[in-house]
């Protein structure tokens, strides 16, 4: 069910059905919206049509369905073209894919969760979760845990409260007791772990991308399968991904970095 938006208002409403919409990937139907959204058949209908002629959405007739629109694309590109690590990041992400041969993802946090910006795949590809444009868990991913650790008391506190803790495997540490220990550690040594936490057979070693005055704007992670690497193989890494994080930060506050 979409979340009430309270003093949000229309434009609250509007933006959880654009997210409802653009959470599918795919053209999306008025009845299977109805059936997640929280909203009233006439207010949904009203909220489409108003995206729709805003050029948010797009509507096919001819099959009744919804997708993201042109305009809507348009303003995604120029948010990561100007807020985005990714152009900023390039240089180094191909180095290290290049250094590698495994896949490296670049990773910034939204609302307590990971959005994955940039990646560049291995070598040999390997299907998982991850993707430019994706969000994912912070608690049980590299990356997520690795921007986690950095974050102050207050913003950690937040953004723990909005992890679901849910078990994807064996491995995922799935309460806040837990992975705040795990955090602990990861501040001491500089660098996170995933180990096979979120998808089975998938592990990583992530570095956070951190500002002078020690604000964390990003992660990097190099990122391969147990069943071709590692994790002391993937730690091993650790030292470059840290030196290339820094790099990545310095350039990022050269070209001042919106706060």
């Known amino acids: 069910m979409a979340a009430e938006t309270g003093a949000d208002g229309t434009v609250g409403k509007a933006l959880d059905v654009l997210d409802m919409v653009a959470a599918r990937g795919r053209p999306v139907r008025f009845s299977e919206l109805l059936a997640q959204s929280a909203y009233p058949k006439a207010t949904l209908y009203r909220l489409l049509q108003t995206l729709t002629n805003q050029g948010m959405l797009a509507h096919d007739a001819a099959s009744g369905s919804y997708r993201v629109g042109i305009r809507l694309l348009r303003l995604a590109h120029a948010a990561w073209a100007t807020a985005s690590l990714a152009p900023i990041a390039r240089p180094w992400l191909d180095q290290l894919s290049a250094e590698t041969g495994e896949t490296i993802h670049l990773a910034q946090m939204d609302q307590g969760q990971v959005l994955y910006v940039d990646k560049r795949n291995a070598a040999k590809p390997v299907e998982m979760f991850s993707g430019a444009g994706k969000v994912g868990p912070a608690y049980c991913t590299g990356v997520g845990k690795a921007m986690l650790a950095f974050l102050p008391e207050p913003e950690l506190e937040a953004a723990l409260a909005r992890q679901s803790f849910h078990r ?33 057979g998938i592990i990583c070693c992530a570095a956070p991308i951190l500002t002078r005055t020690g604000q964390v704007i990003g992660a990097l992670s190099v990122t391969s399968t147990t069943a071709r690497s590692t994790l002391e193989a993937l730690e091993a890494q650790a030292d470059r991904l840290r030196d290339s994080a820094a790099q990545i930060a310095g350039a990022a506050e050269d070209w001042r970095f919106p706060q």
Do not use: N, V
């Not at 550690?185 to 096979?196: M, N, Q, T, V, Y």
């Open 168 to 200: 994807f495997t064996p491995g995922t540490l799935d309460s806040p007791q837990k992975l705040r220990a795990e955090l602990q550690a990861i501040r001491a040594c500089g660098h996170a772990l995933d180990r096979e936490e979120h998808e089975p």
